[in-house]
């Protein structure tokens, strides 16, 4: 519409008025990297593994881009059939970009990283194919491997049921050996005892491992592995006596076909059984597996573990990039008329809420780094049969895996609420970067219950120490455990809050407290015997809880500092860097601390006066970090194609973006809208345009 | 598949193994019932208003469930054309039976909350005619109510845009008078300035209540309403200049179609302006509202807020019910082979986490129920031109509105990972509760700027205290401010925390003292001067925020403990119900208490063996509240078809409704599902069935 002149002179003196204060979010964007102490190139470098590997995850940001399958700009727009028929498609491409030669292996796990919509094929590839490695025989091994690696069958692991997800000694599926024509049949005996959550079983799989009781001359050998055929290979449709199919939308992840199964009298030849450790012979001999696989399989849990640890962080540092770029952009309020209104970030609250997330999601990366570093280390003791590392990496993983994805949950949705209505919209990320994270809290081990095996393994530690033997590894502390009750924090200035060892001492001494308070409890429900389950154990849970949550923090914490302190005796990063790291270690463990601050003067281990000097300590570093703010999320270095984020755009054009992303939204396809015919029509229409 | 006889009976054997510890949900959900210690009938009357309306409710679920648009079953399947189309033809089908007075109005806004599904009239019904009824002049309301009360058109309100939110004195779009042809031009001035978030305007209404600057004469009288029509009639097409759609997909609330609005040199007629009070003259003769109109519009926020208070017990009720009833149903691990395993809610974890959210939904409807009693005492002043009320009110619900939907945006989310697994699944009705209630943490005032306005409400009533004038409604207890400071908690027993009076005081002893704490953190950044707005002021909203939350918990709580004793004193239920809600008060006080214990211990006024008391007492609460904890979600009266929840059913079957949901959700529509024509075949498919 072409306004007369002068009506456009007349309005012109309006627009005047209200563009006086106006403030591009590009131009605050530009100021805010003007401002930074440090170079947020050099950290990226060092975090992302060298200036090569971010110039190549660029080259295949470009590829997938350019992709038809790897296009993300219709991704907040599909429907549950496209999510998932477009994820394999995504998977089928970077396969084979990776037969092609085209990409190398290493280039096709960044790939998936950057494309970002887990499938069908995530269980074929991370658990199927591991499990056959891991646990067939040779021949099995010979027979399974080349199907699988090459795609002529898809497989997944079918171990949750309906009603038994933790407790996998209660699942309720059968094999029940069938001695005279040397075949299992297996069966469903209960509704419960479904099959329920496996990814990949509800409309890809071929072929599923099934975890089921064993059962030979009726006798109950607990569970144990197959290889059963569920689908035809020429039709795709369920084998006779098998139902299966997709378990319905989830809040998240929706891409996956997490599918249920259920089998009525199915007969699978007895090879079918994974015989590397436990067999069963053509005569019905049962043949327990050695002692040892039972601890590598324990290995493959913790090692899932410590990829759930490692992933934390980096998806904490995605919504802690949207949200801070956008509020360093986002201007609201100002006390007079004509004055600029503030930058979202500049007032206190925000930085409250936001950096503390920040330096989170750094802390998160360091312990992510440090348990894969674990646990290469146990595989190398491993191949040399050493297991005698296995139970410390599994208590410490099991609490680390609880505490990181609680952090990143509730991160992530705090980032949300801190971007305002804004971050209510998936053109945003950040809904659908909740929706996707948050069943870590509960698969995978549910965090309450890694809480407890933590808990039990620090109270066993405390216990030995009590009768005069050592305390190992990250519970070493428990050693001393007598003296550190006695102990009182001695700090005397806020300023003394900024070094790491006086928070580092205030964890330590929580843990131990709370282990001591937790043996207690647990000595009183039990009547002074101590037990690690039954129903003493089941009414102490509280405690336990706390204690393993506050012992991972400790062990969360101790790493950041260290991690740091490392990076600058090596000289990995410049001066300024470290700096600007420094301050982050300090406002986490202040912000870890002042949360629970109840937990440090409940015993007189700190003093009202100090937890002031501490708040006053945090706020002191809320403003020295403000500059760095923008800067410290460039250095995660993540590509906006990565984010898929109208408000996380790395240029601040974030008002341009949200409104170009909702212009080809679906309901816009028409001007006059999908209830127009038919709904709305009837009832409006009038013979006139206007009023 | 029919096995043969000797099949059926080997498999046969095993299945009488596994059953042997197998319990049915619908068994352990009759046994919760029967040992219930009070009538969940009665109580579910009282908090309904009556058995009537228990019985009318039932009733008009059954007109829901047998009309095509009032069926939910596929509810959690729909596209987000589908979500739109839907909640349309569910609210025009309400609409309906209210002309053909097959319904009452009352009976309407019943079946809405049933139906449960918001869509593009909400804005019409809750702010588009009241606007016109509120601010439009008698000729305007004569012109425009009828032909909005008889959907000849639909209106909205557009107020927020892509840059304004909170701060409505900075909206960019402008209102300019052009006084030769007797009309406004409006316009659009910046990308900034596009309307932003009104619901009903992307796709749904002819007409919008805009929100513009208006200027007259060059000079800017700030935000303004006008009437503006922007489809046409005959064909639903934009009007000229006009750009308008739909925002695109958010995390929730999908069925409303959001929109966004622009405006290029648009002329609309002097009429347009809402004259009810503010006033253009043809000749350009601006006339400002009286003063009583700030407050006119003060007290629909104010309202508004009150509504949001009201209905934040509700959904968090929600939540509890589904968790609470499939948590009594749902076991897992038992320490013992041969043993039937635990129901989950026995865990002492569990029972810790569900249940203090069950009192606080309670708390919340109490608190609704008196908020929405306060503001109808407000409106009966208001009609005798008595306003003094309004800044307590104010005061009150806007820290209200920001501490109930925290709470209950993080206790849905709670619930959800106390429901495990299952929980994920859109099928229990979780996430979509989630994700269609966070935003009320943003919108109507995001929570920290509520906190704001409490917290300025309450420093000023300090510092009228500290000049010797006296602190006023809720703030009265800072009229003892000074000897507050010196009080302590006087509790011998863990007994003693079973009385309110001493949670109470606790609570009361907190506010005072962060009151004060933040009155000197202002004055520290102010150099001793007091702003209360500025920069000091927003280096101070932290400490702001705290007392804020510390305030408005003391009312919730102390409005929690007062109608229990209310209800006792006034034998509105039997003794037995008073019993538990006793018990829900103090389980919520002790738990709020020890959450954030640190608050009462750092100036001295809790010691530590008065803590160590106090969790004691919390955790006997959480064994006696146990019994009664479904009978205690039944009191809500909820109905499934409400719920819509596998996991929340009422009669704990809980596993067939999932099994049944997932199998006619719409990836299941094939047998091989939609990726094998065109992905899967040409990569799997082989001639043979089997391997």
New interface residues.
């Given amino acids: ?1 072409v ?1 007369d002149e002068r ?2 002179k ?2 012109a ?3 005047e ?3 006086a ?2 403030v591009e979010p590009t131009a605050d964007m530009r100021a805010e990297r003007a401002r930074a102490s440090f170079d947020s190139e050099e950290l990226a470098a060092y975090l992302n593994g060298g200036r090569h590997k971010l110039q190549r995850k660029a080259e295949l940001v470009k590829m997938l881009s350019d992709s038809e399958w790897g296009n993300k700009s219709r991704r ?2 599909l ?3 496209e999510e ?2 477009g994820a ?2 995504g998977i ?1 491409g970077i396969w084979d970009l990776v037969q092609d030669k085209q990409i190398s292996l290493d280039d096709a796990l960044l790939m998936r990283q950057l494309f970002n919509l887990p499938g ?1 094929l995530e269980l074929h590839i991370g658990m199927f194919i591991p499990s056959i490695l891991s646990q067939a025989s040779e021949e099995q091994q010979a027979k399974w491997l080349p ?1 699988a690696q090459n ?4 497989g997944t692991y079918a171990q ?1 049921e ?6 996998v ?2 699942l ?1 599926t ?1 094999a ?1 050996y ?1 001695v005279e024509r040397e075949e299992f ?1 297996v ?1 469903s ?6 099959k ?2 496996p990814g990949g079983l ?3 799989a ?1 072929h599923v491992i099934l975890m089921a ?1 064993l ?1 030979v001359d ?1 006798k ?1 050998y607990g569970p144990h592995a197959f290889i059963v ?1 569920i689908r ?10 098998i139902k299966v ?7 998240g ?1 929706n891409a996956v ?1 997490n599918g ?1 199964l259920s089998f ?4 699978i030849p007895r090879e079918a059984m994974l015989m590397r450790f436990a067999k069963v012979s053509r005569e019905g001999k049962y043949s327990p597996p050695p002692a040892a696989n039972s601890k590598a399989s324990y290995a493959t849990m913790v090692y899932v573990r410590a990829t759930i640890v490692e992933e934390a962080g980096w998806v904490l540092a995605k919504a802690a990039t949207i949200a801070i770029r956008y509020n360093a952009v ?8 004509g004055q600029k ?2 930058q979202v970030l ?5 930085a ?1 809420e936001l950096l503390p997330l920040l330096a989170a999601s750094y802390a998160l990366i360091f312990m992510g780094k440090s348990a894969m570093g674990m646990y290469k280390q146990f595989e190398a003791d491993r191949d040399r049969g050493e297991f005698s590392s296995l139970p410390e990496l599994h208590a410490v993983l099991s609490g680390l895996k609880a505490l990181s994805t609680w952090i990143t949950s509730d991160g992530i ?1 705090a980032c ?2 801190g971007c ?2 804004h ?5 945003s990320g950040l ?1 659908t970067l ?2 996707s994270y ?2 870590n ?3 995978e081990g ?3 219950v890694m809480c407890l095996q933590t808990a039990r393994y620090l109270l066993k530690n405390l216990l030995a120490v009590q009768s005069g033997k050592p305390a190992a590894g990250s519970a070493a502390y428990l050693q001393s455990a007598q003296q550190e009750m006695q102990s009182r924090c001695s700090l005397e200035s806020a300023e003394g809050w900024l070094q790491a060892e006086p928070l580092l001492a205030a964890f330590r001494h929580r843990a131990t407290r709370l282990c001591i308070v937790a043996v207690q409890a647990l000595q009183a429900e039990g009547g002074g015997k101590l037990a690690f ?2 129903p003493a154990w ?5 405690d ?2 706390r204690l393993a949550r506050a012992h991972s923090l400790l062990v969360l914490y101790s790493n950041f500092a260290d991690s740091v302190k490392q990076l600058a005796s090596q000289g990995a990063v410049s001066a300024a860097c470290v700096a600007a790291l420094r301050k982050l270690v300090a406002l986490y463990g202040l912000t870890s601390l ?1 949360r ?9 281990y700190m003093s ?1 006066s100090q ?2 000097q501490a708040r006053q300590q945090q ?1 002191a570093l809320l403003r020295g970090l403000r500059p760095d703010a923008v800067a410290l999320v460039d250095s995660f270095g993540f590509e906006d194609y990565l984010l898929n984020s109208a408000l996380g755009r790395k240029d601040g054009d974030v ?2 973006d ?2 170009q ?3 080809v ?4 396809a028409s ?6 015919e038919g ?3 009837t ?9």
Same sequence: chains 1, 2.
């Fill in positions: 519409m306004a009506t456009r007349l309005v003196a309006s627009s008025v209200v563009l204060n106006h907040y727009f429907t549950r059939q998932y028929t394999l498609q089928l069908g199907l795609l002529r069958i898809i949750t309906l009603g038994h997800g933790t407790f000694r209660g309720e059968t029940t069938d049949v069966h005996p209960t509704l419960s005892s479904t329920w959550w509800g409309k890809t071929t009781r059962f009726s109950d055929q035809t290979l020429d039709t795709h449709r369920p084998l006779p006596g199919g997709d378990i319905g939308p989830k809040a992840y076909d249920y009525d009298h199915v007969r986002r201007r609201q309020t100002t006390a007079r008329a209104e503030l500049d007032y206190q609250n925000t409250a949705e949300r609420r305002g209505g971050g209510y919209s998936l053109l809904p909740f929706a948050v069943q809290a509960t698969w549910d965090n309450n389950e039954g089941n009414a102490c849970t509280v336990m809880i002042l629970e601050l109840g937990d440090f003067l409940e015993d007189g009202g937890a002031s706020y008002y341009r949200l409104l992303r909702a212009e939204s679906p309901l816009n001007e006059e809208g999908p209830a127009w709904i709305l029509k009832r409006l229409a009038g013979p006139h345009a206007r009023l």
